[in-house]
């Protein structure tokens, strides 16, 4: 049974930093994408960073340099860490897997989910 369990989320100032961590279990091998979706609310959930197992990234536009996403396969975790953030950044924010070897970022293509974890960034 595959297991996501976010950690890491909380409150921050608009400018501060915060890192989160996905750490998974039940995935058979390294072989699969790993990445960071965020929902706000009334929102669609969309891409924020994937890392594929060839250690390939993708960030979505929004993202401008600010986040880094980052695998320890030995530990099976998945950290990213994100700075300078801003109010638009508030949103639950969930970890996710697939057996792919692209760094694809739509939800879609994503077959295992975390329950996710809250950003809140305050002006």
């Known amino acids: 049974q595959v297991r996501l369990v976010e950690s890491g989320g909380g409150s921050v100032q608009s400018g501060g930093s915060l890192r989160l961590s996905c750490a998974t279990s039940?995935?058979?091998?390294?072989?699969?994408?790993v990445a960071w979706f965020r929902q706000a609310p009334g929102a669609d959930r969309e891409g924020v960073a994937v890392?594929?197992?060839?250690?390939?990234?993708r960030y979505g536009d929004f993202v401008e340099d600010r986040f880094i996403v980052s695998r320890d396969n030995d530990k099976r975790t998945l950290d990213l860490e994100m700075n300078t953030l801003k109010p638009e950044d508030t949103a639950m924010y969930y970890c996710?897997?697939?057996?792919?070897?692209?760094?694809?970022?739509?939800?879609?293509?994503?077959?295992?989910w975390g329950q996710g974890t809250q950003v809140t960034v305050s002006s």
């Open positions: 039940g995935l058979t091998n390294n072989k699969y994408s």
């Open positions: 890392i594929a197992d060839d250690g390939s990234t």
């Open positions: 996710a897997a697939t057996p792919a070897w692209l760094p694809l970022l739509h939800p879609s293509d994503y077959i295992y």
